[in-house]
């Protein structure tokens, strides 16, 4: 998977089903953990927090636990949304401004696209009004 991708819940009701089991699962982690920890069992205490700082259960730079989260291959690890838009590695649809032209430079366009199209084939019988 080499592709960017971004996870977002608009349902206000499963955002917060999907924040709660994110808690209950931290606090699962942490917890087992922490026994581990105990019990002097290093190598699977560390194999676990890989595992979770690696999650989505979590934003790698804010700690954000409720927010739209975002997967970056290449470092195997996922960011919010906002994290990965003030750090310009996303841009939200909304947010990349919209081309818009005019009427009049729409007709230059296409004037000058045939210009390039007709130069390219060597035509020469087109006339504009
Ligand atoms: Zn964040």
Same mark, same amino acid.
């Given at each position: 998977m @080499?592709? +960017? ?8 009701? %499963?955002?917060? +089903?999907?924040?709660? %089991? /994110?808690? #209950?699962l931290? &606090?699962?982690? *942490? ?10 069992? &290093? &190598? !699977?205490? @560390?194999? *676990? ?6 999650? #989505? *259960? ?9 927010? !739209? ?5 290449? $470092?195997?690890? $996922? ?9 310009? $590695?996303i841009?939200?649809?909304?947010? #990349?401004p919209? %081309? +818009? ?9 296409? #004037?000058?696209?045939? @210009?390039?199209?007709? /130069?390219?084939?060597?035509r020469? @019988?087109?006339?504009?009004?």
């Amino acid at each position: 998977m @080499d592709t +960017i991708r971004t996870i977002k819940i608009k349902n206000k009701h %499963l955002q917060r +089903i999907h924040n709660n %089991l /994110r808690q #209950i699962l931290i &606090k699962a982690v *942490l917890k087992r953990c922490s026994e581990l920890q105990k019990n002097g069992q &290093k &190598k !699977d205490r @560390d194999k *676990l927090w890989f595992s979770f700082i690696k999650s #989505i *259960l979590k934003c790698d730079i804010c700690y954000s636990k409720t927010s !739209d989260m975002v997967y970056f291959p290449k $470092w195997e690890r $996922w960011f919010c949304v906002s994290c990965a838009e003030k750090r310009g $590695w996303i841009r939200e649809p909304e947010s #990349i401004p919209q %081309l +818009i032209m005019t009427r009049a430079q729409v007709r230059h366009f296409l #004037i000058s696209l045939e @210009d390039i199209l007709a /130069r390219k084939t060597c035509r020469t @019988d087109h006339h504009y009004a």
